[in-house]
């Protein structure tokens, strides 16, 4: 029996004070989905209120979108995420954060899921995130009392994608720039390039174009 994957949504759904929707971005679950649930491993979705997460990016044009959001058991389980109190990371051999602006709101301070993510690694298992996820990695420490992402290659929606999306003083933070604090060897590619790193078992994707190639990392990371 294969262990499972547990993947972090947000419970957050406004760009700050823009009046803007916002949530996890439905091609950053969809996609690592596809990749991991074909291999044979269970999902379990978390978001930091537990309940029905708002959902960003909502395109089912996109055939992988289309397919997990019509799969009833996969589309019943993240509508009913799990709080982050439900969680025994004993049962993940690997975490992902999804994207999505809201994330930028809810993921960092969020000191449950941190402790999960923590666990999880010290445990020898995988921390994942793409886009906007890497918010969550910004907090996570580990035994030693150093950052996780300290002193390792991490990327993320970058700085240059924040100014192209205009939301640069909107959102409470700029991601690169927080990550690059806590110690992390900030890599990144242009505008929407598909970019992604392993590091000692972090895996980290710059944008929505990189979220299949994050599930495909972490399934060549759990087959090792």
Not at 145 to 164: M, P, S
Not at 200 to 216: C, D, L
Request: net charge negative.
């Amino acid at each position: 029996m294969k262990k499972k994957i547990l993947f972090v949504v947000t419970s957050h759904d406004k760009k700050g004070s823009t009046g803007e929707d916002t949530g996890y971005y439905l091609g950053e679950v969809s996609h690592p989905w596809e990749v991991l649930h074909k291999a044979g491993y269970e999902i379990d979705f978390v978001s930091p209120k537990g309940g029905t997460p708002p959902v960003d990016g909502f395109d089912l044009k996109d055939p992988v979108n289309k397919e997990f959001w019509e799969n009833t058991e996969y589309k019943n389980k993240i509508d009913h995420s799990l709080q982050p109190s439900q969680i025994n990371p004993d049962n993940y051999s690997a975490i992902f954060y999804a994207g999505g602006h809201g994330a930028m709101w809810d993921f960092a301070d969020n000191t449950e899921l941190a402790g999960i993510a923590s666990k999880i690694y010290e445990k020898g298992g995988i921390v994942s995130a793409v886009c906007h996820g890497p918010a969550g990695l910004v907090n996570i420490k580990l035994n030693n009392g150093k950052y996780l992402v300290d002193g390792k290659k991490i990327n993320a929606f970058t700085n240059e994608e924040e100014a192209e999306v205009k939301l640069t003083n909107v959102v409470p933070f700029l991601l690169e720039e927080k990550l690059k604090e806590r110690g992390a060897k900030f890599e990144k590619s242009g505008l929407w390039q598909n970019h992604v790193v392993t590091d000692q078992r972090v895996i980290t994707g710059q944008n929505p174009q990189s979220a299949k190639s994050v599930g495909e990392a972490i399934l060549k990371e759990l087959s090792k």
